[in-house]
């Protein structure tokens, strides 16, 4: 059931080819979505075909989502996969449910008949003598090194480590931790805030979010320091660009969940805003237990104007971020009539 009080956020156009629609169509479960850092490509991770779809996207100013183009993308590193997040615009960090976290190049892909598969760069299933179990969502920080530290929920050993990796020398890995364990059941999504002081972490076993200040130190016994609550079965969550704001997909229901702050997420505190993202008969069709059937992939674009959602009965959605939590966000206003001008139902 969605709440009374439940917003209907615009929900924008797509502009895409019928070829484009159709792989689209075919993706099946889908667990995860991600944008890449110059905005030009957009990946779904395809957990039940055990494959990657990239878009190439344009994010019009008009409030229309173009794409143009599509690859689906196969590997050996790739297996159910439930997590993605991009190093760079061409490096993706690919984290599988059967026990791999890889990594894969996408330089020079795109051939004629829109299918390829690639030798990953790196595939870890035993990083150095840190275990990784049951990985799912995974969150990229770079270091300005140039080293970059990959986050992994390992979703039923129910904690987060913390893998330090080198692009110069093929991604190897440097050194791997234990980052956070208190009050997680299940991690299912993971987030920073961008500029890195706050990770946001599902916990789907306890229905909520838990936010950990990275400016402390981390580890095993690092409590954290905010709980977002009211959420049924968190999964994919994203920091608004300014901080404010923390959008949470609620897998067990047709909508997400908006959280606001003063830019200090110490303390608990409930969603401010409940939005409706999938439409009843949508969600009918995959609500086939409590803990099914709503929104699982949450991502924010790099201009921090559109939400894009997925999940299997709603494989690709696309919302003014705006609708969802107001101008006061720092979302331009002539941006937010744009979306309304081309919303669709």
Known sequence: MVPEAALKPHRLAIN??????????????????????????????????????????????DGLI???????????????????????????????????????????????????????????????????????????????????????CQNYAHRVSRHLIAPRFGYAPLWNSLAIRRGL?????????????????????????????????????????GVLSGAGYPHGVRFSPDGLHVVVADAGRPVLQIYRSDGDWRGERPAVRTAEVLDAKSFGRGHASAEEGGPKGLDIDRSGTVVAITCEEEP???????????????CQGDELRAAKATATD
């Not at 008949?113 to 990083?127: A, G, K, Q, S």
């Not at 299940?186 to 500029?195: E, H, K, T």
Request: glycine share 8%; charged share 20%.
């Open 16 to 61: 895409a080819s019928p070829p484009v629609r159709a792989a689209l169509a075919a993706i099946g479960r889908t667990e995860d979505i991600r944008f890449s850092p110059d905005n030009a490509l957009l990946c779904i991770a395809g957990f039940g075909r055990q494959r990657l779809l990239l878009l190439r996207i344009r994010v019009a100013g």
């Open 66 to 152: 173009r794409i143009d183009d599509f690859l689906e993308l196969t590997s050996d590193g790739i297996g159910a996969v439930h997590g993605i997040d991009f190093i760079d615009d061409l490096t993706l960090v690919v984290a599988n449910r059967d026990g791999r976290v890889s990594i894969l190049g996408l330089a020079q892909l795109w051939p004629a008949d829109r299918i390829c598969h690639v030798e990953p760069l790196r595939v870890f299933r035993r990083p150095m003598t840190f275990k990784i179990r049951s990985p799912g969502s995974v969150a990229v920080c770079r270091h300005s090194s140039g080293l970059v530290s990959v986050y992994v």
């Open 185 to 225: 059941d299940i991690p299912d999504g993971i987030a920073f805030s961008a500029d890195q002081r706050w990770i946001a972490v599902s916990s789907h076993g306890t229905s909520d979010v838990k936010i950990f200040d990275a400016s402390r130190s981390l580890g095993g016994t690092a409590e954290p320091a």
């Open 316 to 330: 690709l959605a696309f919302f003014a971020l705006a609708s969802l939590v107001g101008e006061e966000s720092g």
